[in-house]
């Protein structure tokens, strides 16, 4: 088992920047990608960015976010900046014990966060 808890959320108006964090704890050497998600209100929960051996990045938010790792903290990071309204949503971070599927997915991942609030205003 793995326990995600993350923080770092909150409102921030448009141009600036957030960075949120997620702290794993358990059987942490045994995940294979570490990832963030979104969800807007009324909308599906959205693939944001992931770090295997490499990074990947939704295309909404490549060269404004950054995903990286502290392994000796067990916890990995969302450094966002350029914010836009349309990012406002609930971030999960979630984390994988496996290799099905693509870190895209949300049926990749096994573990995950309950989510931290990130509102943008214009």
Same mark, same amino acid.
């Given at each position: 088992?793995?326990?995600?808890v /993350?923080?770092g &959320?909150?409102?921030?108006? =448009?141009?600036?920047?957030?960075?949120?964090?997620?702290v794993?704890? &358990?059987?942490t050497?045994?995940?294979?990608?570490? &990832?963030?998600?979104?969800?807007?209100?009324?909308? /599906?929960? /959205?693939?944001? =960015?992931?770090?295997?051996? $490499? $990074?990947?990045?939704? +295309?909404?938010?490549?060269?404004?976010?950054?995903?990286?790792? +502290?392994?000796?903290?067990? $916890?990995?990071?969302?450094?966002?900046n $350029?914010?836009?309204? /349309? +990012?406002t949503?609930?971030?999960?971070?979630?984390a994988? +014990?496996?290799y099905? &599927?693509?870190?895209?997915? *949300?049926g990749?991942y096994?573990?995950?966060?309950q989510? *931290?609030?990130?509102?943008?205003?214009?």
């Open positions: 088992q793995v326990q995600l /993350e923080s &959320g909150g409102l921030v108006q =448009a141009g600036g920047s957030l960075r949120l964090s997620c794993a704890s &358990g059987r050497a045994s995940t294979t990608a570490t &990832g963030w998600f979104r969800q807007a209100p009324g909308k /599906e929960r /959205e693939f944001v =960015a992931a770090v295997t051996w $490499t $990074t990947h990045y939704a +295309d909404s938010v490549k060269g404004r976010f950054t995903i990286s790792r +502290d392994n000796a903290k067990n $916890t990995v990071y969302l450094q966002m $350029t914010l836009k309204p /349309e +990012d949503a609930v971030y999960y971070c979630t994988s +014990d496996g099905s &599927g693509s870190v895209r997915y *949300t990749r096994t573990y995950w966060g989510g *931290t609030q990130v509102t943008v205003s214009s």
